[in-house]
């Protein structure tokens, strides 16, 4: 099977500061998996340097057997990327439905989430589809960021601290999303500061130092390794 995100020996910089350092791992088609860490570990620069969004870079991705590396950010997203950023990235003088609306299906994927769908999966977009970006709350923000990716048809999801900062209800229902989606077939690759919400969804966590992996955990191992973890995240 061809895996649908392949990293070997990752280097990536910003400017003249050398930020990743060989990182190598691969996530198959359906899994999820998250990137654990301190702050400034590399998690969130192995996100962008997937879709080209560091300085240089070099070393080898390959999406679904497709070499990356070399790539502008718009012809990557075409792989069937979505890239959900811990900024979220919503317009506030538009609507919560024209932010949906906004990005266009990518093509050769196969078609996204219809606006149905999306609606059923995240039923407060609904309530609040007329209201501006700047009047949704944070939780509301960060489903609209991901829902938006949802409807170009991209298959592979690169999410950024989706939960950081929410209400516990809304952790919940973020969570709950990730399963269904799980479900769906989607793979999905997270960066999570909150153990415990990452801790029953992925199959497998790789904690990252240094712009370094340094550990790799199988979801069937993390009872096991737990005082490890704690060493390592101070979780």
Request: glycine residues 10%; charged residues 15%; contains cysteine.
């Amino acid at each position: 099977m061809t895996a649908a995100l392949d990293i070997e020996n990752l280097q990536a910089w910003y400017g003249e500061s050398h930020i990743l350092h060989g990182v190598s791992f691969t996530v198959q088609p359906g899994e999820v998996v998250t990137l654990l860490g301190r702050n400034g570990a590399g998690r969130t620069t192995t996100l962008r340097a997937i879709m080209g969004l560091t300085g240089a870079r070099t070393g080898s991705i390959k999406v679904n057997g497709v070499e990356a590396i070399r790539l502008p950010t718009h012809r990557i997203a075409h792989l069937g990327i979505g890239y959900c950023p811990e900024e979220r990235g919503i317009f506030a003088s538009l609507s919560a439905e024209e932010n949906l609306m906004l990005p266009p299906q990518l093509s050769g994927h196969g078609a996204g989430m219809s606006v149905a769908e999306i609606y059923e999966m995240f039923p407060n977009l609904y309530e609040r589809r007329h209201s501006q970006g700047t009047r949704l709350s944070g939780g509301e923000q960060q489903m609209l960021a991901v829902a938006r990716i949802l409807r170009t048809g991209a298959r592979l999801l690169l999410l950024d601290e989706i939960s950081e900062g929410l209400a516990p209800v809304i952790v919940q229902a973020l969570a709950k999303m990730i399963t269904t989606l799980k479900a769906k077939g989607y793979t999905i690759v997270m960066v999570e500061q909150n153990f415990r919400f990452a801790a029953p969804l992925a199959d497998r966590f790789y904690v990252m130092e240094h712009g370094r992996i340094v550990t790799t955990i199988a979801a069937a191992e993390l009872q096991a390794s737990m005082p490890a973890l704690t060493e390592l995240l101070g979780v």
